[in-house]
């Protein structure tokens, strides 16, 4: 029995990455670094999922460590885990065990520590939720191919913006550096053989999801993503064959928030519940970053984790016609729903189009890359996402949220507008004439105005109004004071502040 440790450096620059070795203590770095966009917090994941929750004792600390390993037979390979708090980041001490009796041995070692915060005992499991037999070449990709963009209104949303400044974490079974995906591929980490890097993908799952966030558009070359403007940053958590530790997959969330990514694609999934899992998700929705997740491909109503992790965006697969595909998962779990069925994208040496919920989950990512870019460029501060995403959706099947499609298919633009990102500039005109200031909007439509008078230094609020349908209200004022009139931001235009105004 060893232990041999990894670790996370953070927040360090993306070439440099991490520096590991052969299995795993991942030691967080001092402070994760801040997401790409500086001024965003999804504060709708944070609060649900519990900002810091993650440093609370599970109760896995005093479970029997029998009941931890029950599903590790006498020859088995397997991994004890456990968490640890170390300046404020996740840390796993990973040690690599043979059979039950050992299992159950180190299990009791490190439950007896102070420091551990949970323990899990994991076996590689098979994560990817892609349908399995529906990869299809083509030699001759093209936006007509596409049908998932144009169903998504995605020109339309790339007047608003195109993800720039964005870095959307694929955590999966790393990303080929194709022609369409190289411009955006930055340099990330393989847990799966602890080396710098994420460019190889044996599988072509991570490759075909990180296209569909990010392929470069209008360069000729294959199709595009749905936020060409974004950075990949790849992280490989999976193998060849699609298959990982709960433990590298919560290192590779850990890693892609202390790189400042401000989304993390999850496009995999399981049906066991695992603590340290569940840490690393509430470390990065507690930093504020986007997690999103593949609610799992079995067409039954089983959780899948992480999907089902509260502040985790899961998302059902949905079809060229609007419904749900029949291999998409249901429950509570799902809040969203986005195309997953016969999806055009990157593959290592080409193109296929896939199938599965593994698909949905990044036109989710880069939907959110889309509201965290536009907010950024807009200055619109705090954006909840999930919850923007969510009300701007378009309702499928049964009124309202259902378990099947949960909010309805996802509307890029419409959810960029709902941030407030669609607002238009007001260039409004005053006059004044026998002590009545009259506001006259440069659009016809009604808004508030907000009258303020300025006593000694300081600007007080003394009416508020609403102008008429033609966009104008006037506002009584006293001889001898200082006004000014505020114009809030709204969905449709931005906030507008008038000079002084002297009433003699």
Known sequence: MSATRKRARGAMPMAAGVVVSASVLVWGSVV?????????????AASAAGAGSWQSVDESVSTAPSELAAKVDANDKARVVALR????????????????????AVVAQVQAKDETLAVAVEEKQKLITSTPGQAQATNDPSWGSQWALTKLNAESAWQIASGSGQTVAIVDTGTSAEPDLAPALLTGWDFVTDQEGGHGDQNGHGTHVAGIVAAAAGNAVGGSGLAPGAKLLPVRALDAAGAGYWSDIASGIIYAVNQGAGVINLSLGGHSDDPNLKAAVDYATSNGRTVVAAVGNDGSGALTYPAAYPGVIGVAASTQSDGIASFSNYGPAVDVAAPGVGILSTVPGGYASMSGTSMAAPFVSASAALVRSAAVSRGLGAVNVESVLAATATDLGSPGKDLYSGSGRINPRAAMCGAGACAVGLNPTYTLKKHKITVRL??????????????GKVWKSVTVKLTGANGVVSFKVKRGASYRYLIPTTTATLMAKGKLIRVR
Do not use: H, M, W, Y
């Open 32 to 44: 994760p670094a801040v997401a790409d966009d500086e001024v965003i917090v999804d504060q709708g």
């Open 442 to 455: 440069n659009r016809s439509a009604v808004q508030e105005v907000v009258l303020q008078k300025k006593v």
């Open 85 to 104: 708090d170390e300046n404020g980041v996740p840390t796993f001490d990973v040690t690599n065990v043979k059979g039950k009796a050992q299992a159950e």
